[in-house]
């Protein structure tokens, strides 16, 4: 049976509000899996489900079919399980290699092979001139770079991208789309790409599970999501900007 990472049947409730109800999805590797919704859905709270730092209420996380549900996010991401975060949560006073260099010693490298493999991690992202930079000084895109860089360290199994192309124009989540291709390809990666970029998700995203109010309403490629109009309708209820935005990527 093929390696994936499952949410399997995952509710989450907070004082009796459901966040998510009954979610079943599969990341596979090197696959691009998307999740996307309005704002409020879920996303982020599966995300915290799928790498420990939210228990589910009810369910399961499954990995290579065995259970790893509630496990601590240290052990989670030492199984091969990487994520990024919504604010970037890089260690603004040290550089970017240090960044880098941090995590791997974190998994269990000495100081020197960790510098190494966090050098060669920035020079095969393309970003090896930012390494001395102070990470606090950094734009935040590249900021956001630097955080999946980060991510990478010792070539994570599964990595699940929390909004990577927030902030960025459209040439930049191009670029963005490229590298995470190139996580697929090269590394054979699991990606999770949670994004409001709809039409970055439909471009890259071999599958794509929408969320509203903690549901899956929709699972499908971009043809079908496209063509959905329960994805309309969830998104018709939102902001102006974003209806738009989902209107014109859909179209």
């Known amino acids: 049976?093929?390696?994936?990472?499952?949410?399997?049947?995952?509710?989450?409730?907070?004082?009796?509000?459901?966040?998510?109800?009954?979610?079943?999805?599969?990341?596979?590797?090197?696959?691009?899996?998307?999740?996307?919704?309005?704002?409020?859905?879920?996303?982020?709270?599966?995300?915290?489900?799928?790498?420990?730092?939210?228990?589910?209420?009810?369910?399961?996380?499954?990995?290579?079919?065995?259970?790893?549900?509630?496990?601590?996010a240290h052990?989670?991401?030492?199984?091969?399980?990487?994520?990024?975060?919504?604010?970037?949560?890089l260690f603004s006073d040290l550089t970017v290699v240090d960044n880098l260099e941090v995590t791997a010693v974190a998994?269990?490298?000495?100081?020197?092979?960790?510098?190494?493999l966090a050098s060669d991690m920035l020079d095969w992202m393309g970003i090896g001139?930012?390494?001395?930079r102070i990470a606090g000084a950094l734009p935040y895109t590249d900021e956001r770079r630097v955080a999946i860089g980060r991510a990478l360290m010792m070539e994570p199994r599964f990595l699940l991208l929390d909004e990577p192309a927030a902030g960025m124009s459209h040439d930049e989540?191009?670029?963005l789309a490229r590298l995470i291709r190139r996580i697929v390809d090269e590394m054979t990666c699991g990606v999770l790409l949670i994004e409001h970029n709809i039409g970055l998700v439909l471009e890259i995203c071999d599958t794509i599970h929408v969320l509203d109010s903690g549901e899956i309403i929709e699972v499908g490629d971009s043809a079908l999501i496209r063509s959905s109009e329960r994805v309309r309708h969830?998104?018709?209820?939102?902001?102006?900007d974003v209806a738009q935005a989902v209107e014109e990527a859909i179209l």
């Open 107 to 116: 998994l269990g490298l000495k100081r020197r092979a960790a510098f190494r």
């Open 173 to 175: 989540a191009m670029d």
């Open 75 to 89: 052990v989670i991401r030492r199984l091969g399980i990487a994520r990024t975060f919504q604010s970037g949560r």
């Open 234 to 240: 969830a998104y018709m209820g939102t902001q102006g």
């Open 1 to 72: 049976m093929s390696t994936t990472l499952r949410a399997d049947d995952v509710s989450v409730s907070f004082e009796g509000l459901k966040a998510l109800t009954n979610v079943a999805l599969a990341i596979a590797p090197g696959h691009v899996t998307g999740l996307i919704g309005p704002n409020g859905a879920g996303k982020t709270t599966l995300v915290n489900v799928l790498t420990g730092f939210q228990s589910p209420t009810t369910g399961r996380v499954l990995m290579d079919e065995g259970d790893i549900t509630g496990r601590p």
């Open 129 to 132: 001139h930012l390494a001395d």
